[in-house]
């Protein structure tokens, strides 16, 4: 799951629809880093966007900070 970002924010999804039928409202933020063909690693999603509250679409993602 580390290099997908859709599969991410999918779980980000699912956390928070578990959480909202137990009656919690939650955010879920993510801090990813991702390492491409053995350089440093960089901080790959912004840790400050609510993964949960962002719409699922085929579009750009503003929230991945590192193009794959």
Do not use: C, Y
């Not at 956390?15 to 955010?27: D, F, P, S």
């Not at 390492?35 to 699922?56: K, M, T």
């Amino acid at each position: 799951m580390a290099g997908e970002p859709d599969l991410i924010q999918q779980a980000a999804h699912a956390i928070a629809a578990h959480e909202a039928a137990q009656g919690h409202r939650v955010e879920v933020h993510v801090d990813a880093w991702l390492s491409f063909n053995g350089r440093p690693a960089v901080r790959w999603i912004d840790p400050d966007v609510d993964l949960a509250a962002e719409p699922r679409n085929p579009w750009h993602k503003s929230w991945i900070l590192a193009g794959t």
